[in-house]
């Protein structure tokens, strides 16, 4: 039998997968979970946009241009205007998600040896694509005690050597929830333009930040041009994950030459997700203020419920849709798997995401995982419930905590 | 500035989009360009598969399951039986567009400095995929003088060493039109089981059939099963070539691990286009008779009209829309150049698609042109037209061919 390759085995699963089976067997025994575990929001994609497609005339669905429609690139243009983003069309291609876009700006800046540097915890597919186009992530713990700030510069200039390439985060961050200060992200151009790194950041949670918060680009920041590769997608944005609509942004001529070598190698984005998207962005604000209020109660209500629990440690996320949370136990992937496995509360139990598969360092996120609060209040509070009465059965409790500064 | 990939740098451009400024200056003067360059097609996508999408209650256009819905991949199963495929919904990975498929492929079965045997001239772009992938394309030259069928197997042999991964071939080809014989599918499989190698068989043109061919898909032929990798698409099938669904199917369950991989670090293929795709395969069997039956006098249109013209020699290609044709010309790259910035009769002109970009090895496909015969037999005809009174005045015609046997 021919063998598989070595790069696709040093590729990692999907750490979030691995519990699918557990909680198909939970609802198999009647209990049901509550789904903390994926960024699947339950927001409607907005009407405008699904009429865009819908009444469309679609009589032949032919290839766009490989960078994408020009009615769609160009009203990017204004959309992005109204965030401070000065961009023209030129600077962006579209893509069949926001992996596309990642995989793009992965393959044009770096090549087979070289090393990325992140931040961890960070979202768990980013190992994934590096691991499987040969590219080493080289990890720097951020910690909970800080409600995962960015590492400070040293720890950066520390891990640069000749292999590094780029710099990528998550702003806001999936998983912390974290959203960087405009002073974070000058140390960030202070690094990158020392050291000559792209910086390439994951902006597709832009939209969602609370208590007044304002999320600021890399593309805003001046002296960043060179440098700044910035991803986007319309799935988190509009609750159109299905639609695998994507960006990728950058004014850094070469490298966009070159990842459009890549998207003329694939043809084409999608014709039908670009009419949805071209349609959704004549979304009015009020849907996002809307949205916003409705995740702001969602976060309120977990980060309350959480901070109230004995040993728990949640730190007070201002961005995305996620916290990263610390639980007084023995390990969270066992907890994890108990939780559907072994315990149900009035007949119910909660799937979340073990740390561990958020971070590259072994033996880091332990007691740590996240959760998405992607679900109404009433279902979070009645996951919180759940929560609440597995730690006070769980085996494998531990009333000392390594860490428990709530911030 | 920080340095782009080496990679990258190797990937080569579109060799068919090279002439596009040029097509776009004779727009501008007014001349009209018959697009014999690229395989879109003007035949409608069936309205059965539209219908199921523009009604489809998109209330939350979410993430599907990372290999395909459910109920796409098991209607799947139920198409593929009418092509004598025997596979189930486990052995397949649901991709956006053929090109994920074929990105999945390559990188479950080879690793950087690997080498991929294909028989050239080939479909463009899987140097692009390759390259970027830091995999080596290996042709092996097949002959105009044969209607390009595949290479005798001592070509193969030669060719193999501990770096070769796979085999791959696009059977019906594009470019070439050319359809494998089950003898020609039965010799690979003895290559690909003696080396323990790939056979990756390109099907997306399967549909295509003239003069009462029969297609075989490598799926179909026995004791392939550990080595047979299909890339399936509906672009071609349906006229979708903007829906961007692909699929990846092998019985080899530890590739298709591998791929699954890579399927779940990217999340889902569109829903939408499942929902169109899920549609079209209610498709009536008499939208293929019709469709083939358009072809089949565009393509008789265009061969005969080519067979006719002094110097011109044009295999009888029996599958796909295409056909590879060499002309009494000094170099095709600039013949299709002048046609667009200095040539029109009555206005008109025609964009082909050079040999060159098609070929791997250096110097190969000088006189030779893809012609896609995606437009009606009216356009066709002025457009061979423009064609015959071209190469009555090109100041570079040669009167000796280097080959000059019509098959």
């Known amino acids: 039998m021919p063998k598989t390759s070595k790069r696709t085995a040093n590729t990692p699963s999907s750490p979030i997968r691995r519990l699918v089976p557990f909680a198909e067997a939970a609802k198999k025994k009647g209990t049901e979970v509550f789904h903390l575990n994926i960024g699947q929001p339950d927001i409607e994609t907005p009407k405008i946009g699904v009429k865009a497609l819908q009444e469309a005339d679609l009589g032949v669905i032919a290839y766009s241009h490989s960078a994408g429609t020009a009615s769609y ?57 590096a691991k499987s186009l040969d590219v080493n992530i080289v990890p720097i713990t951020a910690h909970i005690e800080t409600g995962f700030a960015l590492p400070p510069i040293d720890a950066f200039e520390a891990k640069i050597s000749a ?15 974290y959203m960087y200060s405009v002073e974070e992200l000058e140390q960030l151009k202070s690094i990158v333009q020392r050291h000559d790194l792209y910086l390439i950041a994951d902006e597709v949670y832009r939209d969602f930040c609370y208590e007044g918060q304002q999320h600021t680009s890399i593309l805003a920041i ?160 009645e996951a919180m419930d759940c929560l609440e009465a597995a730690l006070k059965v769980y085996p494998g409790v531990v009333k000392k905590q390594t860490k428990a500064i709530n911030v």
């Open 222 to 381: 001046d002296g960043m041009e060179e440098y700044a590769v910035m991803i986007d997608s319309i799935s988190k944005r509009y609750s159109a994950c299905g639609a695998r609509l994507g960006l990728v942004v950058s004014k850094n001529k070469a490298m966009m030459a070159e990842a459009m070598k890549l998207a003329q190698a694939r043809l084409s984005p999608s014709t039908l997700a670009q009419i949805l998207g071209e349609g959704l962005i004549d979304t009015p604000r009020s849907y996002f203020e809307e949205v916003t209020k409705e995740y702001d109660l969602r976060r309120k209500t977990v980060i309350n419920r959480l901070q109230a629990m004995e040993g728990v440690v949640c730190p007070n996320p201002l961005g995305a849709f996620y916290t990263f949370v610390q639980f007084p136990v023995d390990n969270s992937d066992k907890f994890c798997q108990w939780l559907l496995e072994e315990f149900s509360h009035n007949g119910k139990t909660v799937m979340m995401a073990p740390g561990t598969g958020f971070y590259d360092t072994e033996g880091l996120g332990r007691q740590e995982a996240r959760i998405a609060y992607v679900l109404n209040t009433n279902a979070l509070n």
């Open 73 to 129: 690139r160009n009203k990017l243009v204004e959309f992005y205007s109204r965030y401070a983003i000065d961009i023209n069309s030129e600077e962006m291609i579209v893509t069949n998600g926001g992996s596309e876009a990642l995989l793009f700006a992965i393959l044009a800046c770096t090549d087979a040896g070289d090393e990325i540097i992140v931040p961890e915890p960070f979202y768990a597919n980013y190992n994934g694509f």
């Open 163 to 177: 292999k590094t390439k780029a710099i990528l985060i998550c702003n806001p961050s999936n998983p912390t929830g």
